[in-house]
């Protein structure tokens, strides 16, 4: 099956016309010795085939263990809408909007799409998406090395530790210095930010609420950076934007953050889409595509792929990014998704998530020997400290057919005993209560 | 005041040891509408052919080289807001820079309007 | 057509949540709280559905309409995939992190690992990182490899080359890791000049990044040469897989002396452009460079299951979050299994075949700046036409009033007016009948009527756009909340 319509009467018809004999006789530029060693490829098969096929494979995943795993990646309600709408053809098999008079519906979603990240935010201008928080994440500190001409970057120990460790392989081959600053019970840590920061200092990066959970009203820590001519760059989770003061009004310079629990499957980690939102003033370093408003011959308000001289295709090794595709269809859903939700809706959206976190928190905390280490408030995310290494509790309740949280001591090596454990709007309060109680007989029995 | 001019499409005027410098209204029409113009600092110290400034249109970007060695002594704001006064008067009020000439005898090593138009023909 | 927050009433509606099954909390400290909830639109369900419904309408896409982007590979893509794709169920990623985490989701695993494999055979390389999300995030992934080789084998690599005729994200991407870029010029045939590359050579050039064919549907017949050379300075080489539809089953660039080589799924492997993403480009590499591929690497364990390598002192570390974007890759490995080996060489036939017939159609209309044999895409150039004062945009303008989307136009820029035509093996020769004819009724109205392509287009929701005025005044976020 490979989906060519020429029949053997087209086809004979197009050779004559191209006045080669076979077709075959096309692949002349092509140096016989350079003909492929190996095809060894199995034969095809028909779609009904290969739908049996792709069955036994998906069947030898086992569980589906949500569960109470977050990090970066969050199972939340995607309404039914969302699928029906980003799946029309018309959205799904279009590509990039470089005509936009035939490309109006791509772009004015872009648009909306833009001005949603912008008013979530509340920072003035944002791109038309980039690949994932991670990648979105080192993109902006990219971005604040143009800016400022600096070659430091100071980053927090909370920020989610597959992010920091994308910034320090993008950056390993530049003359960038980057030091990381380890927070204090859970939460960013003011002396050793303080003792960081440097008149060389590009950036400041963290993450809210971070890996831990912890939510933080980093409006100092901007002002200190900005003091010194740094830029901040907050890396945030959207969902919590729904109740928690935005970055823009806490000061930040650049926002990024992953678009995945705004209407994007989990889907074994992609695809999901990175977002990035700054102030008016660093539009032109901004990496990616960009959509603005303007007006056809006839005044008529169209939109269009716009400030294009910064990319890759215009601008070559200059460009602000080597970024082309984006995650076009995945923003798409992301608007579809906060759309649906509205005004009121992300707010309670938001807030739900806040009050089954608190829930499980203090049921969790309340087990013998299980404290809650966060000192500061939460949001659907919070860490426990354990009686038991954390790990080998993990692995028991997986048993068990329950995902109880990740533990912090994969990537924290002192914190082999911490468990974070996330809790969205999809976890019922039975669900809490068993995981209690299987939490209890993992620590106990 | 002579004009002189680089095969890159700059201009330049030189009075009293300050040069004014911009690009040639070849260069304007065929970048197009010119969008944004990256203006240098001021006080920044160039090299004869070293990248001055930066230009862009719809669909192209390209760097200003300085026709001319020194220091930036000043830089046409006026550009921030209305790019397109390059486009409008390129070899006048769409100047970019004055930059204070560290050594006059560069002038040999640039084209008079002459040369350029001759040049420019042959580029057609 | 108005902005879905220009439909919005206060107080509106659209979704309903699940119950608060617990107690109400404790409000967020003063400090933290948004004071204003973010200005989402207030919207019913049914608005949001005729909104979209009604934008969508306003695209052109592969399923509406021919859509001949050259360097894009626009073909059909198969809607059985979707069906399959959906198999896959809602894994969470961190799941195979954990530990003992593996064993829950030994099937993405396994597709995953499978997939790399098929690359590998079709590419010829050795081993597949599946983590870059797309082809310019695969080039930038590819050229840190190869930083890292150098890195380790003490050499001192300042510059990676380029020909001129290359996608701007080759540059972009070596520039990106802190690469100096040399470029070289296109010799009149067509290919890269080949004294000038030998000229430009050095000891310390890290990478030659090359697209064959290249960006004017050219395969380079030196191209085993330029490797040679590359190697003698030990210079690794590159191959950017953007056409890599070309080729299938009758290339495979290990074979002729490539290093790395990143695919675009979304391209060749026939997985839904989506308007711009996702795309996927998992990078291929040789022996020598897969000590340093990102982590988490999908292995084979003694078991036969599959695995997660997390621990690697010599590997680049990770360039994406999770193992790339797993739900194109499902698609684009569905589509490989189904095409098989004969499939995916008829791929490439029909494909250059249908190149072919639209190159020897139109070429008694448009200028063909190279002329020869193309692989899987052409392109001609509207010099002919600009003698009428008109352009290669204005013919593109007028296709979409005849209901196809453009080709690719001003690109390659080393062409003057490029039209770059890449049909794919998934139109009919009389779906191209129908599009050449229309090309050559362009050609003919900019001889006798170019006023009229000027205007074009007439037949779409807006007319030309001003885009000056957009990239002046930067009106990027709807404002009015």
Not at chain 1, 217 to 230: P, R, T
Not at chain 2, 43 to 52: R, S, T, W, Y
Not at chain 3, 107 to 124: K, N, V, Y
Not at chain 3, 261 to 271: E, Q, S, W
């Amino acid at each position: 099956m490979s989906y060519c319509p020429n029949t053997p009467d087209d086809i004979r018809e197009m050779l004559a016309a191209i006045g080669v004999a076979g077709v075959e006789d096309l692949f002349s530029p092509v140096p016989e010795e350079l003909r492929a060693k190996s095809f060894n490829l199995p034969e095809g098969m028909s779609e009904f085939e290969l739908f049996q096929r792709m069955r036994l494979l998906a069947e030898k995943n086992t569980q589906n263990l949500a569960g109470f795993i977050g990090g970066g990646y969050y199972d939340h309600c995607i309404p039914a809408v969302v699928d029906h709408l980003s799946g029309r053809a018309e959205f799904y098999t279009a590509y990039t909007p470089y005509q936009p008079e035939c490309s109006q519906g791509t772009l004015q979603a872009l648009f909306e799409y833009q001005t949603a990240i912008c008013r979530l935010t509340g920072m003035e201008v944002s791109n038309a998406s980039l690949y994932d928080g991670g990648t979105a994440l080192a993109e902006a500190a990219m971005m604040a090395l143009r800016v400022t001409g600096r070659n430091r970057l100071v980053i927090d120990g909370g920020v989610n530790p597959f992010y920091r460790e994308i910034v320090r392989t993008y950056l390993a081959n530049l003359e960038v210095e980057i030091v990381e600053v380890s927070p204090q019970q859970g939460i960013t840590s003011r002396p050793a930010l303080t003792a960081a920061l440097s008149d060389q200092t590009a950036a400041v990066i963290l993450q809210n609420p971070n890996f831990f959970g912890s939510l933080d009203d980093i409006g100092d820590l901007a002002e200190e950076a900005q003091a010194k001519g740094a830029l901040l760059i907050a890396s945030v989770y959207p969902i919590s934007l729904g109740m928690v003061k935005s970055p823009g009004e806490m000061g930040a310079d650049i926002v990024v953050g992953d678009g995945q629990s705004l209407g994007n499957p989990l889907s074994f980690g992609g695809p999901s889409f990175g977002f990035i939102a700054t102030t008016k003033k660093y539009i032109r370093n901004l990496p990616g595509r960009i959509v603005g408003e303007t007006v056809d011959r006839n005044g008529k308000r169209g939109f269009v792929l716009t400030l294009q001289a910064r990319e890759q295709h215009i601008k070559r090794h200059k460009a602000t990014s080597n970024i082309c595709s984006n995650q076009s269809l995945c923003a798409l859903r992301g608007l579809i998704f906060l759309a649906s939700m509205g005004k009121e809706g992300f707010a309670e959206l938001a807030k739900l998530n806040y009050d089954k976190a608190e829930y499980a928190k203090e049921v969790l905390g309340a087990i013998r020997g299980v404290s809650v280490l966060n000192v500061a408030t939460t949001f659907n995310e919070f860490t426990l400290a354990l009686p038991k290494d954390a790990a080998g509790v993990v692995e028991g309740l997986l048993r068990e057919g329950i995902a109880a949280g990740v533990p912090a001591g994969l990537y924290y090596p002192e914190m082999d005993h911490c468990l974070v454990v996330t809790v969205t709007e999809k976890r019922t309060r039975q669900e809490i209560g068993a995981l209690a109680k299987q939490l209890e007989g993992a620590l106990w029995s | 005041m002579d004009t002189y001019f680089t095969k890159e499409h700059e201009w330049v005027k030189i009075k009293e040891g300050i040069a004014s410098v911009g690009i040639t209204e070849y260069a304007a029409h065929q970048l197009g509408d010119i969008t944004f113009v990256e203006l240098p600092q001021e006080g920044k110290v160039v090299k004869q052919f070293e990248a001055l400034a930066g230009i862009e249109s719809v669909k192209a970007a390209s760097d200003i080289y300085t026709p001319v060695s020194g220091q930036v002594v000043k830089v046409n704001t006026a550009l921030e807001d209305r790019p397109e006064i390059v486009n409008e008067a390129a070899e006048d009020a769409g100047w970019i820079a004055w930059v204070k000439v560290a050594d006059e005898s560069e002038l040999k090593n640039l084209m008079n309007r002459e040369q350029y138009e001759a040049y420019v023909k042959g580029l057609e | 057509m108005e902005l879905i927050y220009e439909k919005s009433v206060k107080g509106r509606r659209g979704v309903r949540l699940p119950k608060a099954d617990v107690p109400r909390a404790a409000a967020l400290p003063e400090n933290l709280q948004r004071r204003e909830a973010a200005g989402l639109p207030e919207v019913s369900e049914l608005d949001v559905v005729r909104h979209f419904t009604n934008l969508s309408r306003r695209n052109f896409s592969v399923d509406t309409n021919f859509y001949p982007l050259g360097s894009c590979t626009m073909k059909y893509n198969a809607k059985v995939l979707e069906n399959a794709a959906n198999l896959f169920g809602q894994y969470h990623p961190m799941t195979a992190l954990l530990p003992g985490g593996e064993t829950s989701c030994q099937g993405s695993l396994a597709m995953l690992h499978e997939l790399g494999e098929l690359l590998a055979e079709i590419t010829g390389m050795d081993e597949v990182t599946t983590q870059p999300l797309a082809g310019a995030h695969g080039e930038m992934t590819g050229i840190m490899l190869i930083a890292a080789y150098h890195r380790a084998k003490g050499n001192r690599k300042k510059y990676v080359v380029v020909p001129d005729s290359s996608h701007g994200t080759n540059p972009a991407s070596a520039a990106m890791v802190g690469y100096e870029i040399i470029t070289i010029p296109t010799a009149p045939y067509g290919d890269m000049d080949l004294d000038a590359f030998k000229t430009a050579m050095n000891g310390e050039v890290a990478a030659v990044m090359m697209t064959c064919p290249n960006t004017l549907g050219l395969f380079n017949p030196h191209i085993k040469e330029i490797c040679d050379i590359a190697h003698e300075h030990d210079a690794l080489m590159y191959y950017d897989g953007a056409n890599l539809n070309a080729i299938l089953g009758k290339v495979r660039p290990g074979d002729v002396g490539f290093d790395v080589i990143h695919v675009n799924l979304h391209k060749t492997f026939g997985t839904p452009h989506g308007g711009g993403g996702p795309g996927s480009g998992p990078v291929g590499v040789k022996k020598a460079l897969i000590p340093f591929l990102p982590m988490p690497r999908i292995i084979k364990a003694a078991d036969g299951g599959i695995a997660l390598e997390t621990d690697n002192p010599r590997s680049i570390g990770r360039t994406a979050t999770f193992y790339g974007n797993f739900g194109v890759m499902v698609r684009a490995y569905a589509y490989m299994i189904m095409l098989g080996k004969e499939g995916l060489i008829e791929v490439s036939e029909q494909a250059v075949l249908n190149a072919n017939y639209i190159m020897s159609r139109l070429k008694s209309h448009y200028d063909l700046p190279f002329e020869q044999t193309c692989m899987h895409e052409c392109v001609f150039s509207a010099s002919r036409q600009l003698k009428h004062g008109v352009h290669a945009i204005d013919i593109a303008k007028y296709l979409i009033d005849r209901g196809y989307h453009p080709p690719t136009v001003y690109f390659p820029l080393i062409v003057k007016e490029a039209i770059m035509i890449e049909p794919t093996e998934t139109e009919s020769k009389q779906t191209m009948d129908a599009f050449i004819a229309v090309m050559k009724e362009a050609a003919e109205m900019a001889e006798k009527d170019p006023e009229a392509l000027l205007r074009a287009p007439v037949t779409m929701p807006v007319t030309r756009l001003d885009e000056t005025k957009a990239a002046r005044e930067q009106n990027v976020c709807h404002a009015g909340w």
